[in-house]
């Protein structure tokens, strides 16, 4: 089980991944996450919510309602260019850290 | 089936964001479990299961709304000082300050507990009064998102305030000595500040405490039925 901390940390990177793939409602994008992490990313309401506004804030990803062909009103959120652009250097920042971790285990053990 | 929006509404209900910006979370909320809720019966859980399940999305209410206040207004960090600690903190000081001007007014007196070199002074109807004052400050602040421990800040608000002017009589006695010329015995001072210290500070602190204590202690009872009440 991954801790707390290391979540929270990744759950930006894995918002911003996941929304490359197309626009998603909070439900579906949490959803998604879950399934692509085999449950290793689950999200509370507590958790996903005040993060996707702070993402909002940051202008990483824009939140627009839509009304779905069963007359339901969902917010939808998609990536904007500056999300687009925030995810490479992210991406990287965390494959070297996953890197660098992997290079420090192998010394432990090695 | 669970009506999700009413739900939702009624948990958030001290969510302090303007109407519209309250209208668009609780939607989107409602939205989260009623997509959630339905996947459960798609999988064939029966409707309480679903709903308990469901309700499993949202550990604690208040703590929900806390962080999603937080991250509204993240933006206009010292809004959210002002609201969450400055406005319920100048209330609870003007009120209690207000009630006891106006029980010395309607000849309430103080009554002297202990008859040393400085005596104590205690205001008894002022001191029942104050767990009220305490609890409606923590409420004020709680409601405006903002947490325990912000909370029972401003509930004991007042006494901060005179904690902070007693302390300052120690560098304006400094300043009084320096002007005027004249030795200002600052061990006097000291025992008249211990003295007034507990018939001001600490006795009325601990009533303002004690209402700042039930308040959390009541919504976070509240909270947690809320989490229990639909299953």
């Known amino acids: 089980m991954i801790g707390s901390g290391i ?102 053990h090695g | ?84 600690l400055w406005i319920p903190g100048l209330l609870t000081l003007t009120l209690s300050m207000m009630s006891l001007a106006a029980l010395q007014k309607l000849g309430f007196q103080a009554r002297i507990v202990w008859n040393g070199p400085t005596a104590i002074l205690l205001y008894v109807p002022w001191l029942l009064s104050l767990p009220f004052f305490g609890a409606l400050g923590a409420c004020v602040s709680s409601r405006a998102g903002g947490s325990r421990r912000i909370a029972l800040l401003a509930s004991v608000f007042p006494v901060l305030a005179l904690a902070t002017a007693f302390l300052l009589m120690f560098p304006i006695g400094m300043i009084i000595e320096w002007v005027t010329g004249r030795v200002v015995d600052f061990s006097v001072v000291a025992t008249a500040l211990l003295m007034n210290g507990i018939g001001w500070l600490l006795v009325p602190g601990a009533a303002l405490l004690a209402g700042g204590l039930l308040v959390n202690l009541l919504l976070s009872r509240e909270s947690s039925s809320q989490h229990m009440a639909i299953g």
Request: some cysteine.
């Open chain 2, 1 to 84: 089936m669970a009506d999700w929006q009413e739900l939702v509404r009624q948990r958030l209900a001290g969510l302090a964001l303007d109407a519209a910006e309250k209208d668009d979370v609780h939607a989107e909320l409602a939205a989260h479990l009623e997509d959630s809720y339905a996947r459960f019966r798609e999988e064939g859980l029966p409707e309480k299961e679903a709903i308990h399940r469901t309700l499993a999305h949202v550990a604690d209410w208040r703590d929900l709304q806390r962080k999603i206040f937080v991250a509204k207004r993240r933006a206009h960090p010292m809004k959210k000082r002002v609201q969450q």
């Open chain 1, 7 to 108: 979540k929270r940390g990744t759950a930006e990177l894995a918002v911003l991944s996941v929304l490359q793939d197309g626009p998603l409602h909070g439900y579906e994008l949490a959803r998604r996450i879950e399934q692509q992490t085999d449950g290793a990313l689950s999200f509370t309401l507590a958790a996903l919510y005040p993060m996707l506004y702070r993402m909002e804030q940051q202008r990483w990803i824009r939140g627009t309602w839509e009304t779905s062909a069963n007359g339901r009103r969902r917010r939808c959120y998609r990536l904007t260019p500056a999300g687009k652009k925030k995810l490479s250097p992210l991406r990287r920042e965390w494959a070297e850290l996953f890197r660098a971790l992997h290079q420090l285990t192998k010394v432990a």
